[in-house]
């Protein structure tokens, strides 16, 4: 699978489950969310100003997408609401590896650029080091309309971990 692949899988409307655990606070969150994952032109002034941010060429970017939430926890009666552009940018020599840009992290919510990879079974895994902390993220489907998701927060050093979330996503809109 390459990342064109991956992000026509990932197009959609989903709805998420999500179980985290903050270790730092002892606490268990758990999340319900609507996630919505929507192409976004090439020529997108946001995509070419991101890219421009990072000082690279927007005709380098592949299949550049805007994903959007919606949800709730049982830890803040707050909304849970963002949305953020995904701009992944494959390496031209191999290409299920490649840096993928976001004008809103995961970890912290400033622009980001991590690096990406996915495995030989499909797995997409992103690693991105932030200011103050360190993301990975795994990604994989269980079929064309159930996906799951593992995120870690560790310290910016890479030694501890803030907090794993385990998340399981289903298709709202069916794919046959």
């Known amino acids: 699978m390459d990342i064109t692949e991956f992000v026509e899988r990932s197009i959609g409307c989903w709805r998420s489950q999500r179980s985290a655990h903050h270790l730092a606070f002892s606490h268990f969150e758990a999340v319900e969310s609507i996630i ?3 192409t ?4 997108d002034p ?4 991101l890219c421009k941010d990072y000082d690279v060429d927007p005709q ?3 299949s550049p997408f805007r994903m959007s939430w919606e949800g709730q926890s049982d830890w803040d009666d707050k909304e849970i609401k963002g949305t953020c552009v995904l701009v992944p940018l494959p390496d031209p020599l191999q290409p299920n590896r490649g840096k993928l840009l976001r004008d809103r992290g ?11 990879h996915i495995t030989e079974d499909g797995t997409f ?3 991105t080091s932030y200011e103050r902390a360190a993301a990975e993220e795994k990604i994989w489907f269980v079929n064309p309309n159930v996906r799951c998701r593992v995120s870690l927060i560790k310290t910016s050093a890479g030694s ?17």
């Open 125 to 127: 895994v992103l690693v």
């Open 160 to 176: 501890g971990v803030v907090t794993a979330s385990f998340s399981s996503e289903i298709r709202q809109d069916m794919k046959v």
């Open 40 to 43: 976004v032109a090439p020529d």
């Open 60 to 62: 380098a970017a592949v």
């Open 46 to 49: 946001e995509v070419i100003a």
């Open 36 to 38: 919505d994952i929507v």
């Open 106 to 116: 995961y970890a912290e919510t400033i622009p980001s650029a991590g690096e990406y």
